[in-house]
């Protein structure tokens, strides 16, 4: 199954594809982690998309593009994936239909506020990248993650100035994409506020999974 994980920031994507990893047995490709990646190796691309990350602004599409081009062509991707985080604008997506044929768009729906309150609380796991929160999920032991021992860290772009920048870029140039795929008939709404497990029946019940 070919799958995209749309939603705002902090609407729980990340932490819903980690377990949609079990159910579906498929890989989960995330934009966003793939860049921190690059940024925590100092590759050419991590030194290019550091302080674009940093400030909540979109990198440019062609880059992005390129990049998920070449990710969707590698063997574990041709069974299925799920997208999280591309496409974020109208042209990604576009371009995303001339090299792949996705069977439906998951919609996670929740107000500003929410998103607000998971994303300030938000703690993730250099190593393994990992998502806790201060109140919902706390790791056992502060700064440490119960997974794989790695520091655990605020992202830059948890930042409350940052915050407010993604979701002003969110509603401008994301938001019209729920319109784009609900007029291809691919797009399905999950209600993203209750707590995780509650959020994965959702996500069972509508996909039928
Ligand atoms: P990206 O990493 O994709 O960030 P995002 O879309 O802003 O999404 P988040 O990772 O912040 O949120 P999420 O929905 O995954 O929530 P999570 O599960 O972590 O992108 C970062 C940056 O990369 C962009 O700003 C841009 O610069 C660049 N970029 C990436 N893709 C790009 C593209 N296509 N084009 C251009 N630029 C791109 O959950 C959040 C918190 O809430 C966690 O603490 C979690 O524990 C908690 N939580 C989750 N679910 C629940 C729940 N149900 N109840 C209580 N707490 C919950």
């Known amino acids: 199954m070919k799958l995209i994980f749309l939603g705002p920031p902090g609407a729980g994507k990340g932490t819903l594809a980690a377990k949609a990893v079990d159910i579906l047995k498929i890989p989960h490709i995330s934009t966003g982690n793939i860049f921190r990646a690059a940024i925590a190796a100092e590759s050419p691309l991590?030194?290019?998309?550091?302080?674009?990350l940093d400030s909540g602004k979109l990198v440019d599409d062609g880059t992005t593009i390129d990049l998920v081009?070449?990710?969707?062509?590698?063997?574990?991707?041709?069974?299925?994936?799920?997208?999280?985080g591309f496409p974020r604008t109208i042209p990604q997506a576009e371009a995303l239909g001339t090299f792949s044929t996705v069977d439906?768009?998951?919609?996670?729906?929740i107000p500003d506020s929410g998103v607000v309150d998971r994303l300030g609380g938000?703690?993730?796991c250099r190593k393994?990248?990992?998502?806790?929160?201060?109140?919902?999920?706390?790791?056992k032991t502060e700064g440490v993650c119960d997974h794989c021992g790695g520091e655990v860290y605020t992202r830059e772009d948890d930042r409350p100035v940052a915050i407010q920048k993604r979701?002003?870029?969110?509603?401008?140039?994301?938001?019209?994409?729920?319109e784009f795929y609900r007029n291809k008939g691919l797009l399905l709404d999950v209600d993203a506020r209750p707590a995780v497990d509650e959020v994965?029946?959702?996500f069972r019940k509508v996909l039928a999974v």
Do not use: M, S, W
């Open 46 to 52: 991590g030194l290019k998309v550091k302080a674009i």
């Open 200 to 202: 994965v029946a959702n």
């Open 167 to 178: 979701l002003e870029v969110y509603r401008a140039q994301t938001a019209p994409l729920i």
């Open 104 to 109: 439906r768009v998951v919609n996670f729906d």
């Open 128 to 139: 393994c990248g990992h998502n806790f929160h201060i109140i919902f999920d706390k790791p």
């Open 69 to 84: 081009k070449e990710r969707l062509a590698q063997a574990d991707a041709q069974k299925g994936y799920i997208l999280d």
């Open 122 to 124: 938000r703690r993730v």
